[in-house]
């Protein structure tokens, strides 16, 4: 009989000892995971990576407390997988929080996993991804567990504007865990099967009396309508980690690095005759500013983020010319395309993202001004708007604004005008840019003039007619080269083609200084 030598006889222990790690939780649990309509962590992974590229990293590791039974417990992987991979052919950092294993719960050495591939994607300059999918701080280990989050949030902070960070909400998060998420620069949520809070509903009832539901509370479109944390709610885990990778597809691997490109048949030179019927003849009406967005992009393809929150304003990445570009646009279809104070915080967030990683921004402008009323006023409008002031003032990459109707007072200037830093301006015949507009002007600065004239209606209705006439048009803004160019709106793909070429090697003198202090 023939007898195996040592070595075999330990790469058979080894493959058992892994093979026993690879099972996770073990089939019950997986079941259970698989009736609640989630993927299981190693099945996440093995979806988002390209077939045969994921590499585990620091599989064997062990908790080593003893607190509470654990000295009894086994947790496979300690309840995280890690590791890297190719996306698309591209490299991609990942930890996947395994439910299965003591609830996915967060203790020193599963932190410790953590830290090790956040460490790494650092060093290789690569983009970490992280499935969240826990029960939390581990609550036998106790504060061991409470500085593995402080090591993440420690890491999350560091590597921020240097490689991009997405977190995909699959399953719980609560308490002090959901800052790494919100630490991140993307995060998705799954529909029904993923919520994040600070506070569960037991504890809000139980403190203030409130009832609610986990997902009314914290789950995907709670987050991604009403608070804004969530910038991608998804259907199920399937299609949350294709829309990853989708996101991916637009982003350098870090801030040092090249942005991606992809080949398109979509000529540079195709004019975009509908935008020429777009605007409507009243300039009281809306119109849906992602057509527009639609239009310039190649191949009429537009990835928009948050797109179910602050919908007065469209953030999303296009290609033009197969490079990536970040737009920021009002969309008058909703609240007049208004500036308000979410609004100026989802476009700063996405401005100063772009800036990092030297994604060029495109702003379209057609705002009425910022929202007025106590609920703004006292939720601060003042210091959010003056977010995206700075937002778009220290951002140093090429910033193209296109004016298609209303520009107006201060909100003209938020939405990156000359002064505050664009590189080119260009309007469409139909923007008016002005203080404000023509009937409110003229009620303020002609008062005395309308109470007393024999025919007030007529006369409000003269001035008005002679104020349109000086500013609604942006022909008043050309001649004081405030504005490079007026253009027709078919020729808006070209133009903004030319122009991010011309800017492509853009460069800018900083003042030295440690950095900006942001009125967050
Ligand atoms: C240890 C945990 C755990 C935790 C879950 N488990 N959460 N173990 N620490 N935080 C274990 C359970 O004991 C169970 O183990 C297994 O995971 C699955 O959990 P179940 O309760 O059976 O699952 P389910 O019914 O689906 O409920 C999921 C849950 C619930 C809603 C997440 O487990 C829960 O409420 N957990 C506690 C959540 C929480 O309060 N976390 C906050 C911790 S403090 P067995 O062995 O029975 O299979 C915190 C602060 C962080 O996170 C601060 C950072 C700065």
Known sequence: METKGLTAKRIEEFEAKKGSLLEMGGAALIQKQHDSGKLTARERVQAFFDEGTFQEVQLFVKHRSTLFGLDKKEIKGDGVITGFGKVNGRDVFVASQDFTSAGGSLGEMHAKKIWKVMDMALDARKPFVSFNDSGGARIQEGIPALDGYGGIFYRNTMASGYIPQITAIMGPTAGGAVYSPALTDWVFMVKNTSYMYITGPEVIKAVIGEEVSHEELGGAIAHATKSGVCHFATENDTDCLEKIKTLLSFLPDSCHSPLPTMKTNDSVLRQCPELDTIIPDKSSRGYDM?????????????????????????????????????????????????????????????????????????????????????????????????????????????????????DYGGAYIGMCSKYLGADYVMAWPSAEIAVMGAEGACNIIYRKEIASAANPEAQRAELIAAYEAQFNNPYFAANMGIIEEILAPRETRMRLAVLLDVYKNKTVKKLKKKHNNIPL
Not at 299 to 314: K, P
């Open 290 to 406: 992602r057509k527009v967005v639609e239009a310039i992009a190649d191949d009429g393809c537009v990835w928009e983020c948050h797109e179910l929150w602050a919908r007065n304003i469209i953030v999303a990445f296009i290609r033009i010319n197969g490079s990536p570009v970040g737009v920021i646009a009002n969309n008058p279809k909703f609240g007049a395309g208004v500036l308000d104070v979410n609004a100026s915080d989802k476009a700063s967030r996405f401005i100063r993202f772009c800036d990092a990683f030297n994604i060029p921004i495109v702003t379209f402008a057609d705002v009425p001004g910022y929202m007025p009323g106590t609920q703004q006023e006292w939720s601060g409008i003042i210091s959010h708007g003056a977010k995206l002031l700075h937002a778009y003032s220290e951002a140093t990459v090429p910033k193209i604004t296109v004016v298609t109707r209303k």
